[in-house]
Structure formats: structure tokens, C-alpha cells
């Protein structure tokens, strides 16, 4: 391989991958003349980078083929496969497999042996460990997350992990133990720290930085580390191993110049030992995929560091690219890809070509240098991976990054070397648990004064462009200092100045959000922020509202509309994590914290935007939960939106003369049931959209097609949170309503009725 292919080998590697992402029609065909016409050319080296592509490009489709079919919904399926992690949250246990077999229990149902990974949950799990080879009955859906603006995209997570569907262990046939997990040297490295006598703090983070365990930290330890932005020090990354590479390179150097003094330098064995440790190490960490990039970069940085017929180092960051994604196309979705090479990057910048560092004064100054030019760039790059910045990241990296390289990570490996010798080892951990203890204590208070910010997620993108444009101000060469300086000075006000663009008084922002099987409707407006009900709360006891917003929101009111657990189960979250100036509720249920009552009458008006209870009366003894729905209307300029819970037909029908007319949004009543929506209120309200709040894939058949083909008879929209993600609405303004789906659909792009008609039933 030519160093000058390195480029060209990374981009057709990276073509490759978004080809097959499109997989555009014709695909195969177009690629299959082009390199016909390419190799009768004999054009060789193009003819290799077009078989690169169509090898990038058939993984990808491969993983997509892999997909659980929508056939196999809700079918007993008998699954055989090596357990590679297991999780344990209480009663419940979840397990990530890789799939050696699969067949349904109905030989007539589709075949499900393109299955190769797959994540389960498991309630009442027996004893289970990692390695171990299982026979389980499951349940199994095709890989999805919710669609709301602004959060963790579950969905895009599990494709990336390479995981082809999820689902839940049944009881029946009972799962059985095939096969023990093989003895492997990480296992017993991990039994053997779970015999020493050091804190359960130091030992989950003694297994994180030597063995890549990150499995073993718990949450609070993530917590902190993400809001001190130094999750990347106990990942095992291209630090933990290029130490490991730079020790064993060191020592082997020392070595041949004992041996050999005067060919040392020209001892080519030393390399290659470092390059074997740093396999190694790797292997020895699982060779997940942080550990195999940074081996790869690791293996590639020795080469360039030997000057033995290297590359050049861009050429190497080209290469390793390259090679990486070949390995592992997934990556290329995988922020920690990104956030690793854009650092790379810009250390080969800002260091290419200077003078070799001499004494402690260079390498403290190179130390400082280095990370206050990463720290706006890697800020601007989490900005735009997680939505969310760190601010005490730079400063605390500055103590973090060689207490850790130079002090934790030696005495942790150390201590596994004089392992043969109990008391040396149990003396570098036990240094270590100091040093940890050390650490924690300086995390804790730097978030303390410092904690992490979520900016709005219309600050995401300006933010991180101008963190970004700070960075390469000053890590560029050849610019002048006063113009680092000046643009600096103009682009820091520029970030302080940023102002969310609230709702105009009047005005008012409707986001039905994804919640699954549940509703919680989020109504804001200049100065007020209304939830009308809080999203269910699943049988693992989560509950979908924990992910929508970062703790320490602020709502003027919730109005939970009665206490079905779809509606009500997210109410425990909100009163934990957020203030609340008060909860309504009808009266007679009980929500779990104290309320008001919402009843029939009630009135109130904030930022131009009116509201008003048309349910439930004062007497509700003799109403069914659901009859008992708060039903809420609110009133923005010339726009309506109406809001039933789950009232049932009479109910509606004893509250409709009530109704404001016209209707511009209804929340369709009970997910889209047959049992609300009844003739008369649709054929009355005609309003211009409805939203169904209901569960992708959800096994009662919402929204019913009686209710679909009403709505439809009607002329209204239709949208559905399971097929659109969270739907957002303006109303108030002066151009008539127009939604914007989180999960933008093919199927409405147009077509004989337009795009408001393509909400189907399930039944």
C-alpha cells in the first residue's frame, strides 16, 4: 500500500457507508458497470476503491437486512447465543447477546436467523454472567427509541451498537445454561479485584482504568464524570494504551542499549514489543470498540514515531480513519469516533513541526498549551454530539489528564504486574484508592461551583461553531496574535449575548411528545409552561419524561388528567427532579402528591393565551376514571386547541355544546381508542389536525381505524407520535398552523390527499 492511498482509501471507506445508508435504487447495478468500465480501462487503483466502497457499503446493508422484520412482532422466538454484558437494575437484569441461532417457535412464521445482536430484559433473572451461553424464549420488536427535539436518540444508539432488535425474556419455556463462560484472563483479573480489600469506589474504577470495565461504574460515578467533562479518562482510549505502548517502548529501548550500545537506535524489536503490548492491552480490555481505535491509532502512531519508511502523520490520521471504519462501518455513527480523530487533529496542528520538548518548564508549558487549545474545540464537538457543555472541563483537565496518566493509570497497572507479589501490589492500589479519593473529591467540587449546562437547543449550533472558531484562531499557524486576540474578544461577547427566541406574547408553543404508550402534552408560552399529563411509567419503573429535560425545570402548573399510570406515572419524576408551582387533578383520583381539583368552569389567562376546564363537573363519584379526564381547552389568537384525556362517547357529547369553535388541534381522546372520538364531536369540531399520543408498534391497535377513517371523512390532518415523534405546533401566529414532526416520514412528502393523511391503524 502506497502512503499517498491513505486519503483515498478513508473517503471511499466513508462513500461507502453513506451508500449504503441511502441505498439508493440501482445501487449494485451502477456500482457493478462502474468498475466493468473501470477495470477495462485498467484503472487499478480506482477499481480498489470502488471494491472498498461496495465493502463498506454491503455491511451497512447487511445490518439494515438484519433488522427484526415486522412479522416477527409479538411471535415466541427461541434464541441461542453468548451473553456479552449484563446489567443489573434490581429485580430486572439486561442482557446484550450475540445470537448464534434463532428460530420461531411456529415453524410457520418467518425465519429469524439473520439475527446477530440483541438486547433483552430480563425480570426475576437467575444468576448470570458475562461469556455464558443461554437458550432463551423471547419476545422481540425491531430496534426503535422516542422522537423528541433536543434528547437522547435511543433508536440511533441501538443502530450504531450494531443491535438488531429488543425485547423482553419470557418464562415459558424456562431459559436454560448451556454453557458456562470460558475461562479468560479479564474475567479472572476481575475476580481477583473483587477479592481485594479497597473500597467499592476504587475498585469500580481500578477495573474502568486498567481493564476497560466501564460496565462496573455505577451511575452516580457517569454522572460525574460527564458533568466535569472527563468521561474520557476512564474509557479506555488512546491515553491507557499509548501509555501502555510508551512504558513497554521505554523499557525495550533501555534494554537494547544495555545489550547492543551501539546499534540501540537502530533496534527495531522494541517497537514491535510496544506495538504487541498495545494489542494486547486492547485485547485484554475486551476490544470494544474505543479500545480497537485506540489500538489502531496506538499501532499507527509507533510506525510514524519510528520513522522506519512511516507515513507522515496526516497521512496516518488518514489511514487509521480508513481503516477503522472498514473494520467497523457502525463506527461512523459513533460520536466517540469523531470526538477521538477531531483531537487528534488538532494536536498534529498545533504541535507538527515545533521543537522537541525539553525539562518540566516545556512539557508543563506543552501540557497547559495543549489543553486550553483542545478545550473550546472538544467543547464545541460534545456540543454537537450530546448537546451539552461542561464548563469546568478546561480547568479541571488541566489536573485530571496527569493525575490520571501519570499517577492512577502506572500504579493501577503496576499493581497487576507485582500481582506475584501481594504486598508491592496491594501497595499501588492502595496509593491508588488515595489518589482516587483525591480525584472524586476534586470532581465533586469543581462541579459544585461549575455544574453541566444544557443550553437551549437553539444555542447548540451557534455555540459550537464559535467554540470551534475560537479553537482554530489560535491553533492555526501563520496568524498574527493580534488577530487571534481581536476575534476572540468579538466572538466571547457574541456567546454570553445569545437569547433563546421565546414565544411572542400571544402565542403559544403545543408539543405533543413521545412517550410511547402514554400522553404528555407541553403547552408554553412567553412567561407560562403548562404539562398536561406526565407520560406513563413503564414495569422497569421508567418513566419517558426523565429523559426529556435535564433536572431543575420550572412548570407553572401540571394538569394530570386522571391517574391511568400512562398518564400520571411520570408525576413521581417531576415532583423529585423539577419544581412545580401546582399540580390539578380531578377530584377522587390520587396522583401520588397533593393537588387541586380541576373542574368544569375554571378560567384563567397568561401571556394573551386563555384556558378553560370543560371537565369534569363537581360530582364525579359516579364517572369511571377515565369519564373523569380533565378536559382542558385552550384559546391563542384565532387558533384552538382541545385537549379530552380519556373520556369516553357520552362524555363527550355532555360537554360539547361547550366547545369553542373552530378547533384547530384536538389531542384525539384515549390514544385514538374506538372508545372516544365518538360521530358527533368529530363531525362537530372538524378540526384542522389531530395528534394521537399512542406507542409505536402498541398492542392495542391505537388509533383504531373507525377513528382514523372519521377523522379522515372530516378533512382533519392526522398525526401520530408513534409514526411522527413528538408533533410541534405554533398557535397564536398570523400564517395558519403548521406541525413539525421529530421523525420526519417518507410517506408524507405528498401524494393524492396531500401530506395530511397518513396516520394508518394497527388493528
Not at 440483541?118 to 422516542?146: C, D, K, M, N, Q
Not at 467497523?328 to 477531531?342: A, H, M, N, Q, Y
Request: aromatic share 8%; glycine share 10%.
Amino acid at each position: 500500500m502506497r502512503i499517498g492511498m491513505a486519503m483515498p482509501l478513508a473517503l471511499a471507506a466513508l462513500v461507502g457507508v453513506g451508500l449504503g445508508n441511502l441505498a439508493p435504487p440501482g445501487l449494485f447495478e451502477a456500482w457493478a458497470l462502474c468498475l466493468l468500465w473501470l477495470a477495462g480501462r485498467g484503472h487499478w487503483r480506482t477499481v480498489m476503491l470502488g471494491g472498498l466502497v461496495a465493502v463498506t457499503a454491503s455491511q451497512i446493508l447487511l445490518a439494515r437486512g438484519a433488522v427484526l422484520p415486522d412479522g416477527l412482532l409479538r411471535e415466541d422466538l427461541l434464541v441461542e447465543g453468548r451473553i456479552e454484558a449484563v446489567e443489573d437494575e434490581g429485580r430486572l437484569s439486561r442482557l446484550m447477546v450475540r445470537v448464534d441461532a434463532c428460530r420461531p417457535l411456529d415453524p410457520a412464521r418467518l425465519p429469524c436467523d439473520a439475527l446477530k445482536r440483541i438486547r433483552l430484559s430480563f425480570y426475576g433473572a437467575p444468576e448470570i454472567h458475562a461469556g455464558e451461553r443461554w437458550a432463551l424464549t423471547v419476545r422481540l420488536r425491531p430496534p426503535a427509541g422516542f422522537a423528541n427535539p433536543g434528547t437522547f436518540d435511543y433508536g440511533a444508539w441501538l443502530w450504531r451498537e450494531g443491535i438488531q432488535a429488543t425485547g423482553y425474556v419470557r418464562s415459558e419455556p424456562a431459559a436454560q445454561r448451556l454453557r458456562p463462560a470460558p475461562a479468560s484472563l479479564r474475567a479472572r483479573a476481575l475476580d481477583h479485584l473483587d477479592a481485594q480489600d479497597l473500597s467499592p469506589q476504587a475498585r469500580r474504577w481500578l477495573a474502568a482504568l486498567t481493564l476497560g470495565a466501564g460496565e462496573r461504574l455505577e451511575r452516580d460515578d457517569w454522572d460525574l464524570l460527564n458533568a466535569s467533562g472527563t468521561t474520557h479518562l476512564v474509557v479506555i482510549s488512546g491515553l491507557h494504551v499509548g501509555l501502555v505502548a510508551a512504558f513497554v517502548l521505554l523499557v525495550g529501548r533501555g534494554v537494547a542499549r544495555v545489550v547492543t550500545p551501539r546499534l540501540w537506535r537502530m533496534a527495531v524489536w522494541p517497537w514491535w514489543l510496544a506495538g504487541a503490548a498495545a494489542v494486547g492491552y486492547a485485547w485484554l480490555a475486551g476490544l470494544q470498540p474505543p479500545a480497537m481505535r485506540a489500538m489502531i491509532m496506538t499501532l499507527l502512531g509507533l510506525w510514524v514515531a519510528s520513522g522506519r519508511h512511516a507515513p507522515g502523520p496526516w497521512q496516518a490520521w488518514w489511514l487509521a480513519l480508513g481503516v477503522i471504519v472498514m473494520l467497523d462501518p457502525l463506527s461512523v455513527w459513533r460520536p466517540g469516533l469523531w470526538l477521538s480523530f477531531v483531537a487528534v487533529a488538532l494536536l498534529i496542528l498545533i504541535w507538527q513541526g515545533r521543537p522537541r520538548l525539553r525539562g518540566i518548564r516545556g512539557w508543563s508549558w506543552a501540557l497547559v498549551r495543549t489543553q486550553m487549545l483542545l478545550a473550546p474545540l472538544m467543547a464545541a464537538a460534545v456540543l454537537m454530539a450530546f448537546a451539552r457543555l461542561a464548563p469546568a472541563a478546561p480547568l479541571i483537565n488541566l489536573v485530571a489528564v496527569p493525575l490520571v496518566s501519570t499517577v492512577l493509570v502506572p500504579l493501577g497497572l503496576l499493581g497487576w504486574l507485582l500481582a506475584p507479589v501481594p504486598l508491592l501490589a496491594t501497595l499501588c492500589w492502595r496509593l491508588f484508592e488515595f489518589t482516587t479519593q483525591v480525584l472524586v473529591h476534586v470532581l465533586e467540587l469543581s462541579v459544585a461551583v461549575l455544574p453541566l449546562w444544557w443550553p437551549l437547543a437553539e444555542f447548540v449550533w451557534p455555540l459550537a461553531l464559535m467554540l470551534g472558531l475560537v479553537a482554530l484562531l489560535w491553533a492555526l499557524p501563520g496568524l498574527a496574535n493580534a488577530l487571534r486576540l481581536g476575534a476572540t474578544l468579538l466572538l466571547v461577547p457574541a456567546m454570553l449575548g445569545l437569547e433563546a427566541s421565546g414565544p411572542e406574547p400571544g402565542t403559544l408553543r403545543v408539543r405533543v411528545q413521545d412517550v410511547g404508550q402514554g400522553q404528555l402534552v407541553e403547552l408554553r408560552s412567553a412567561n407560562y409552561r403548562l404539562l398536561y399529563d406526565t407520560g406513563p411509567r413503564f414495569a422497569s419503573g421508567f418513566a419517558p419524561l426523565s429523559a426529556l429535560w435535564p433536572a431543575g425545570q420550572r412548570f407553572d402548573e401540571v394538569m394530570v388528567s386522571h391517574d391511568d399510570l400512562d398518564h400520571a406515572g411520570g408525576v413521581t419524576v417531576l415532583a423529585e427532579q423539577h419544581t412545580v408551582g401546582r399540580f390539578l387533578a380531578p377530584p377522587g383520583e390520587s396522583i401520588g402528591v397533593p393537588f387541586d381539583s380541576c373542574l368544569r368552569g375554571q378560567a384563567w389567562q397568561r401571556d394573551g393565551v386563555s384556558y378553560r376546564v370543560l371537565w369534569p363537573p363537581e360530582e364525579t363519584a359516579e364517572l369511571s376514571s377515565n369519564d373523569r379526564s380533565c378536559v382542558l381547552e385552550v384559546t391563542a389568537g384565532e387558533d384552538r386547541l382541545l385537549i379530552t384525556g380519556d373520556v369516553g362517547r357520552d362524555v363527550e357529547r355532555r360537554f360539547l355544546l361547550d366547545v369553542t369553535l373552530p378547533v384547530t388541534l384536538l389531542v384525539a381522546g384515549h390514544h385514538g381508542s374506538r372508545t372516544s372520538s365518538g360521530p358527533q364531536l368529530v363531525q362537530m369540531l372538524e378540526p384542522d389536525h389531530v395528534v394521537y399520543s399512542a406507542g409505536r408498534r402498541n398492542a392495542f391497535g391505537h388509533p383504531h381505524d373507525e377513528v382514523v377513517r372519521r377523522f379522515r371523512r372530516a378533512g382533519s390532518c392526522q398525526w401520530s407520535t408513534a409514526l411522527d415523534g413528538a408533533v410541534t405546533f405554533w398557535l397564536g401566529q398570523q400564517q395558519a398552523a403548521s406541525p413539525i414532526a421529530a421523525r420526519p416520514s417518507p410517506w408524507r412528502r405528498g401524494g393524492v390527499e396531500g401530506k395530511c393523511h397518513a396516520v394508518e391503524s394497527r388493528q
